[in-house]
């Protein structure tokens, strides 16, 4: 394996290798099996200990730094070129080369990678945020109104009809202001302003003259709560952290799905940004996840979960008959990677997750 590194701390994105298969069957039969999970392993849960980065697939690295320093002040923190038979095998593109950059915005970090080549499909432009592959991270912001004047003027593409104030009839989410917006690869993205009796006390602590402090968590969709739960709670460890259940035309125009109803429920590990699943109760006319979506594919996410273990983790993902996309627990021996070995897994609806353990 090749690595041209142009950064002091590069990573290795270990990729996705896409079986049709198995994202229909970890749908069909995730909830059977992790149910039995904690009784077929005598050692418990994984026990993820960190999220330290979210990971998405863009079409032009140049154009993506740009509009996250430019628009979103993220900074650049590692910048890496990989490629080699290696790498090949690990993410399951023949003749890939990527180049994968990490940005930071305060305490926590993105990680963008661009296949060089081979080149993957965009995201649908019809894609709407009920359908499985739907992913975001959300930024929080310390003045919403500021915030949506600046991407405004950035003239970015909206994903909701404009920022929203959930009702303060909803105890759990009154209070919250939110806008949903796009990247320039389609990547639904979203910035989150709390109340001050809402949301991380770190949130109200860093207020003032900066306007976007860091990254609260990730959301997915989900189709069965209950399923993803069983993954993220029962399996790997995470700790539920809040619940919700949103409707309303707030909520609505928020998502932009018309009659949207959903099931909210917020998990977190030990430290870095939570996971938040989403449930439409309504409409129920998203579609699944794509069982051919590939890791060079645009619509291509990836949650990185820290472990003590990662052989360790993967038997215990095996025993619960967890589908795995890499093909086995890779060992890297470069320092400057950031990590010592790593494996991917998909969740109950398809979304990919990275395990990696740290140096």
């Known amino acids: 394996m090749t690595c041209v590194v142009r950064g002091t701390r590069a990573w290795l994105l270990l990729l996705v290798v896409s079986g049709g298969a198995s994202v229909v069957t970890a749908q069909a039969t995730s909830s059977r099996r992790l149910s039995q999970a904690s009784a077929s392993t005598d050692t418990g849960m994984v026990g993820v200990e960190a999220l330290p980065v979210v990971g ?22 590692s910048d890496v070129e990989i490629s080699g038979d290696e790498f090949e095998h690990l993410s399951g593109v023949f003749g890939a080369r990527v180049r994968v950059v990490r940005m930071r915005l305060a305490d926590e970090s993105i990680e963008l990678t661009q296949y060089l080549t081979p080149r993957g499909r965009p995201i649908p432009l019809d894609s709407r945020s009920n359908d499985g592959w739907f992913q975001h991270v959300a930024i929080i912001v310390s003045d919403m109104d500021a915030a949506y004047r600046r991407l405004r003027a950035q003239r970015v593409e909206h994903a909701s009809t404009g920022p929203q104030r959930l009702p303060d009839s909803n105890p759990n989410a009154g209070g919250i202001k939110a806008f949903y917006f796009k990247d320039p690869d389609q990547h639904v ?15 109200h602590r860093q207020a003032g003259d900066t306007l976007f402090l860091g990254i609260d968590h990730t959301a997915i969709v989900s189709r069965s709560t209950e399923a993803s739960l069983a993954f993220y709670r029962d399996l790997l460890g995470m700790t539920v952290a809040g619940t919700s259940e949103n409707f309303g035309t707030e909520q609505e125009h ?7 109803r959903l099931r ?25 996840f794509p069982p051919d979506l590939r890791s060079n594919d645009v619509g291509h996410w990836e949650t990185t979960l820290t472990v003590r273990s990662a052989a360790r983790a993967a038997e215990q993902l095996r025993r619960a008959g967890t589908p795995t996309v890499s093909s086995g627990v890779t060992t890297v021996t470069d320092a400057s990677l950031g990590f010592r070995t790593a494996f991917l897994v998909r969740d109950p609806d398809g979304h990919v997750v990275r395990l990696a353990e740290r140096r």
Not at 56 to 77: E, G, K, N, P
Not at 254 to 260: I, K, P, Q, S, Y
Not at 265 to 285: H, K, Q
């Open 56 to 77: 998405m697939t863009v079409s032009d690295m140049d154009r993506s730094i740009a509009f996250y320093r430019d628009v979103l002040t993220f900074q650049v923190t």
């Open 254 to 260: 928020l998502n932009n799905v018309f009659g949207a």
């Open 264 to 288: 909210i429920t917020a998990l977190r590990a030990a430290s870095g940004p939570g996971v938040e699943l989403l449930e439409y109760l309504a409409p129920s006319d998203g579609r699944p």
């Open 189 to 203: 993205l979203e910035v989150l302003q709390f109340p001050r009796e809402k949301g991380s006390t770190k949130w």
